[in-house]
Structures are given as C-alpha cells and as structure tokens.
C-alpha cells in the first residue's frame, strides 16, 4: 500500500435534519462515480437560515480516494 | 443587494441532546430580536460534563444578519 | 489613554465594485451610531456570483471603537 | 478552587449513529479511570467509509480533569 | 441550565502596568450593563509604545455572559 | 435545496491591475465549464515582482459550484 | 542528547492573583511526579467570573519532560 | 503570464522510505495527466503504523498547475 | 538555483487609495535597497480610521528576496 | 471497530540525521509500553544548534492508540 | 501619514519575574537603535524550567517601527 | 540568561535532494554572519517543479539568535 497516491477533494452536503446526514448525502453522491474513499475530515459545519427557521444542516467536508479513479 | 451591511455576533446554545438542538435553540432566541438572519457558522463544539454525564451540548455560532435590525 | 476600554464587532460590507469600496460602506453606516471608531482589520474577503457574474464584492471586518458609545 | 490544577487529554470516540454519541462513548470509557471531569471540547469530526458506506463517526475531544486523579 | 443561550462580545482593556489589571478593567466596564458574567477569554495581548516607553498593556478578550442581558 | 452537494474547487487568477479583477478572470475562466457557481472565498492574496516591479495580482480563491457539473 | 524522545502533557493553572502564578502552580505540582521539565508553553490564557469579579487567572501549558520519566 | 488561470489539487503521496519520496511518488502520478505543474505546498505529514512499525511516510501537498489541463 | 538562501521580511505599506498602492508603495521602498525580490504575500489587510473616514488602506506583507543582499 | 476509543499523546523525537528518523525514535520508544499504534502526525519540525551546527533534527508528533493499553 | 513604510521583526524578551518585563526587555534593547516604535504584539508566551524552577519568563513579540530606520 | 533578548528571521533554503539538507544551507549561510544560533523551526515546505521533476525542495525556517549580533 505504500506507494499508492489519494487525492482529496472538498465537498459541502445539505440535509434538513442533521450534520450526520448531510455527510450520508455527500458520500452517497459521491460514491456513484469515485470508488475506494477512505475518509471524510469534517472542515466547517453551518446551518441557512429562512424566515428565522433552520432550512439546511451545510457540512463542509474533505474526502480522500484513490488517484485515478474517476471523478465527476 | 449588493450595498447592504451586514453584523455578525457570536452566541453558544445549550441542548441536553443534541448540537443540532443546541443551534436550533440559539436561532429560536436570536429571532425573537433580529430579522432576515442568514446563516450561523459553527466556530466551537463542546459538552460540558458533570458527575461523568454529559449534561449539555454545546455549540457556538457566528450569527450574520442585516444591520440596523434592533438587536439584544 | 491607558485605562479606556474597547469594543469589537464584525461586519461585513458588500460593494459592486471593489473590497475598498465595501469596507467603505462598512465604515459608513457604521458612524452613524458610533464614535471614535479607531481600526477595521479585514477577516475575510469573497465574492458572490449569480449567472457567472460577480454581483458583490463581500469584506468582513472587525471594527474597534470606544466602549460606552452607542451601538445598534 | 483558584489554586487547583487541570490536566487535559486528547482521545477519539467513535459511533456508528453520530457524534453526539461518539463522545458520549469517550466519556463512558474515561469515566472508569478519571474523576472530576468538567469539559471534552471536540478538536476534529470525521467518518470513516468502507465500501462506500460510513462505518464510524469519530470525534477527537480535549477532555480535562482534576490532575492528581488516576489516568489510564 | 442546558437550554440557555449565552453571547459572546469582544473588548480591548488597556492598563499602564499589566495585562492581569488589563483584563480587570475591562471586567470592571463591562459588568456596569451587563450580569452572569462567567469566562473571558484572552485573544490577543500587545503593548503600545510612545517614545520609546511602554504606555499600554492590551488585552483583547472574548467575554460570555446570558444573552437576554442588557448590552451597551 | 437542502439535499444538494456542492464541490469546492480552488483555483489562481493574475491580473497586472487589481485583485478584484484577478479573481474577475477566475470567474470568467471557470464559468466556461462550470454552471451554478455560487461564491467565491479568497484563501491568499500575493503579488508577483520582477526587476522591482509587481507584475502580477494573484488571488487565490474557494470556488463552490453544484455537483454533477462538468469540470475542468 | 540526539535520541532522547520527550512527551508533551497539556496542564491548565489558577490563581487568584496572575497568569504567572499560575504557570507556577502547575510547575510545582508537575515536578511532585516529573523530573527534568524543560519548557512550558502557554496555549490559552482566560479567567473566571463569579458575581462580575475575577476570581481565577488561569493559563493552559504545554509542558515537555523526558519520556519514560513517572507520570501522573 | 499575468492573465493565466491556476488550479491546486490536493493529493497525498506515500513512501516507506521518506517524505522526500512521497512527494516524488505524488508528482510521478501527477504529471501522467498534467502538465506545467509549478509548485507543490506540503500541508501535512504523517506516518502510518502497523505492528509497532512504520509502514508509510505519507505526505498531503498541494500542487498547482495551469487550469485548462487535463486533470483526472 | 537550488542552493539559494531566500530571506523573509515583514513590511506594512499603507495608501489613501487602495491595497493594491499600499502594496506597491511597500514594493518601491523595499526596491531602494534590496534586489531580486521575487514575492510579497499579503498577510493582515486593515484601514485606519479618523473622524469617521477611512485614512489609510494598511496591507502587511510578507517579501522575499535573495540572503546577502544588503537590508535596511 | 465502531465503538472504540483511542488515545492521542505529543512526544518528541530527536536524531542527528533526519525528521523521519526521528519519528521512528518516537515509535521505537513508544512501542516498549504502548500497543495497537495507529497513526502519528506532525504537528511541528524543528532543528536544534550548537555553534553553528545541526545537532538534532526533532519531530514533535501525535500518537494515536488504543484506549486502555498501558501508557507511560 | 498614509504613505509610510512600517517594518515588523520578531524579538523574545526574557525575565526572571514575569512576561510584563520580559516585554519591557525587548522594548530597552529595541529602542537602542531604532525610532519610532509604535506596538509589539505578543505571538508567544513560554516558560524556560531548571530543576523544576521558572528561570525565564520569556515572551515573543512582533515590533514594528518606521522602515529606513537603523536596525540592528 | 534570564534578561537576554533573542531575535528571529525567517530563512528559506533550498536543496536537489532533502528539506535536511535544505535546513543545512540556511545555517551554513546564517552562521557566517550571526553567532549564537539555538534554533531553526520550520513554518513551511515545499517543492519547486520544472518539466514535471523536483528541482529544488524548500524549506522556509524560523531561526533565532541573540540580538545584537551582526546580521545581514
């Protein structure tokens, strides 16, 4: 393994409900084109706000893959 | 849009749950004062502990909305 | 001067045109409430885009002044 | 308690559901060995993915205690 | 005591001897308008200098007290 | 909206004139390939100097667009 | 002196008077257990408030010893 | 040059050897499908462990390249 | 080129117009008596204020230049 | 796995010859008392001198193991 | 004023009684052979340990002054 | 040793074939004209590219001495 090179790439995932789920919602876009992601580093958490009402969790997170691999 | 000014004020939220909770806690407060709040950016987590039990999440945010608006 | 105490607030100014002119109307609205305003160090610059175009030039600053001084 | 002194030791959680209970696992296991504790403040989120699923939500924690107190 | 919201606010204290007196005076200011003062926070210490001499200390802390509170 | 993921990509525009319009040719370059681009954070501002002289503006910036985009 | 390995502990200490003071509580009860301290460096400096006065300075050190030394 | 457009890519390299070798082995892979890489900014280091040994000297850099390129 | 020694300092220019003049203001002073300056990275952008208006755009700077040069 | 807990200590490591030799005095150190050592990250290189030499490369890392194994 | 050049360097002060005089040191030794001293900024605090005694308060400071000035 | 005052510079050196060797260089060059060199922390690496291969690996230090000195 040990000369093998990752690439990483930084994405933000919404959900209504939770960080956790907001991160679910990247991984799983991002698993229909990139294969072998090892680990997902959290780098900022957010909320939007409408009406003076929570609309979105936002996590904005840094996701490692093989090099190589296809990628949107 | 592009003249307006906005403030930031930073504000931390308790819930005995969740740091999700302990957000929605936080807007439910500010918007009892303040309108048209954008997006709150989380700039700390911790729980604070008591007899070896968490008793409350913790979140501070970094709240943004139009200034001029009163505010507490 | 020693014993004055000093408040700190951020802002965030938006402009069509430039980060100075967005700092300027930072400063502009903000004298009209406060006093003695002394710095405005920059924390963060950006911009927001709509159809592939910048519509604001975006500069948040933390703006000191004189605590006691009216503040909105 | 002025004149006390704290220790402060770093430790990850992890949790198949979410980080709230990733640390409540943190503090479950530092419970057995340490008293007193007062605060576990979160220094890093991530997940860890297998096969395109997350397999573990992990929060890294600064948590501080009465130093003096036995520690693993 | 899990549901409170708390505010953060940044002050500047200056003091011709040290940044402890520094810090005390921007508490002593602060607690004229506001109550349930708990931590503050050091972000930034400097001196200022006029001919050569020291003739400030500053000391640039993050003060939380109960939002809800009145603020100057 | 809120089940959206975005991608952050970071990119470096020059300009012999301004950083405003560097990050001006950031955009222009990148909205050739990407559409729905939201905002653009600047993570580092330089200047490039030859024989004494600045020859270059260069604004490095966080550029946010939906996912599922074509890219460069 | 080329192959010594050190460990770094993170300590946090009080007093009602100064920060220096509180380094120096943390040193003496560091050395009851720990020989051959070397450096202590301060990475968080606050105080704590009871009924708008200070009652605590406390400094967050990271002090280094050799490895393999007793530790509490 | 003024006008040119840069992307940076994050990737990290491996080596059982050295960081030195991680960043070559990362540069080797990169310039497959890139070309004019520039510079590349080392953001971390680490060493991956197994069985009490270190098996990977594992360098993340950042590596600049003119945008437009092809890119994996 | 790869022997070099590069030395590092730091200047701050200021100008009533922009952070593109201060910056070059910083450029023409340094060039006065150092040679083959190669980068200045801005690191602090502020304004100073009087009276309520912007006296000065301050940028900080950090310029690097070949070790044996003479400095001021 | 999910469940866990692991523990992150700072040490430093020293060698007259290279950072990653340091580390592997780190590891080879650590490794006497501590079992199931996962990963070690860099959080700080520096050298140390003695009349114009190098006498020591030093590494300051985190170390990350099982929660519970015996510790030093 | 606003086309004038600051220089900034970076000095450690030393003291056996606290980081006060430690910084008073530097500004002595500094005013020596430069003018014009406007502020140091505090970028670090450590503690110098023999024996398990504090020998040196020492603080790192960030001065600026007038660029053309004679610095040592 | 307690009142002496330190200054420090930052440096970047360059090598073909390691960041140690680059750290040589910078201390080789430092020595001929600065005495009483302690040490040399490193803020920053990277490498420079030409043609796809590692030209130059850089190594930008921190490095201090007593104040006083000559310095270039």
Redesign the interface.
């Known amino acids: 393994?040990?000369?093998?090179?990752?690439?990483?790439?930084?994405?933000?995932?919404?959900?209504?409900?939770?960080?956790?789920e907001a991160?679910?919602?990247?991984?799983e876009?991002?698993?229909k084109t990139l294969?072998d992601?090892?680990?997902?580093?959290?780098s900022?958490?957010?909320?939007?706000?409408e009406n003076?009402?929570?609309?979105?969790?936002r996590a904005?997170?840094?996701l490692?893959f093989k090099?190589?691999e296809e990628?949107?």
Do not use: F, H
Not at 12 to 18: F, L, M, Y
Not at 37 to 42: G, P, Q, Y
Not at 52 to 57: D, L, S
């Open positions: 393994m040990s000369e093998s090179v990752y690439k990483i790439i930084e994405l933000v995932g919404t959900s209504p409900n939770s960080w956790e991160v679910k919602n990247v991984v876009q991002a698993t294969q992601l090892r680990i997902a580093e959290v900022k958490l957010d909320v939007k706000l003076g009402k929570i609309v979105a969790y904005r997170v840094k490692s090099y190589g990628e949107d």
